[in-house]
Each structure stands twice: as structure tokens, then as C-alpha cells.
């Protein structure tokens, strides 16, 4: 038995997930029977098909983005310890800011739709 799976069992995630789920259909009116919701996803996905490529595009290039800050970041940082560079110093601590500010807040928006919305399958 893995961990999670024990998790799941002491805490009963399962149960307790299954019932919220159950409750949201029933108020939200979406109760359907499976061939309901397959109709229903094979007609979004018809809808949808274009949205994909632009969604992993803007994904892509977001993440190309974040990567060459934090290789900004440690180039800048590991040249200004190595060589007592304050200026490199002052643009890593630049970086991080922008990035805490900026960069970070969206890139954990990115990983979570792409990684946590088929976790409840």
C-alpha cells in the first residue's frame, strides 16, 4: 500500500470527495447519466479543440520566460559572490522581487491547471 492511498484510507478522503461531488451535481443540476456526460464531453471537446494549442503555446512560452529568469537570477548571484560584484548582487535581488511579484503567482496557475484538473478522477 503507498502512502496516499493510506492517507486516503485513515482520513477518508475518498468518501468525503465522492459526497461533496454528489452534492454540487444534485444542486447544480448536473446529475447526468453517463451517456449524458459522454455527449457532454465529446461536445466541449468539438468546441474546444481550437483552444488547446493556444493554451500550451502561451504555457510554453510563460515557462521559456520563468526559466531564463531564474538562470538570470543564479548566473547573477553566483557572479556577484564569486567576484564581490555588488551590481550583479543588486540585479539577482531585482529578479527575485520581479519574480515574487510577477512571474511566480502566474506560473503556480499554469502548473496547477495543467497538473491538478484531472486529480479528481
Known amino acids: 500500500m503507498s502512502i496516499w492511498k493510506g492517507l486516503k484510507a485513515i482520513f477518508g478522503f475518498d468518501g468525503v470527495g465522492n459526497t461533496a461531488l454528489k452534492i ?14 459522454a ?5 466541449h471537446a468539438e ?13 510554453g512560452s510563460y515557462t521559456v520566460a520563468w526559466l531564463l529568469l531564474v538562470l538570470m537570477w543564479a548566473s547573477s548571484t553566483a557572479y556577484g559572490r564569486l567576484f564581490d560584484a555588488p551590481s550583479a ?7 527575485v522581487m520581479f519574480m515574487a511579484s510577477n512571474v511566480n503567482i502566474a506560473m503556480n496557475g499554469i502548473l496547477a491547471f495543467y497538473f491538478l484538473m484531472n486529480m479528481r478522477k
Open 24 to 37: 454540487v451535481d444534485k444542486i447544480a443540476g448536473t446529475d447526468w447519466t453517463p451517456a449524458q456526460k
Open 89 to 95: 548582487i543588486l540585479l539577482a535581488g531585482d529578479v
Open 47 to 59: 468546441v474546444a479543440k481550437y483552444q488547446s494549442p493556444m493554451r500550451r503555446f502561451i504555457a
Open 39 to 43: 455527449e457532454f464531453i465529446l461536445k
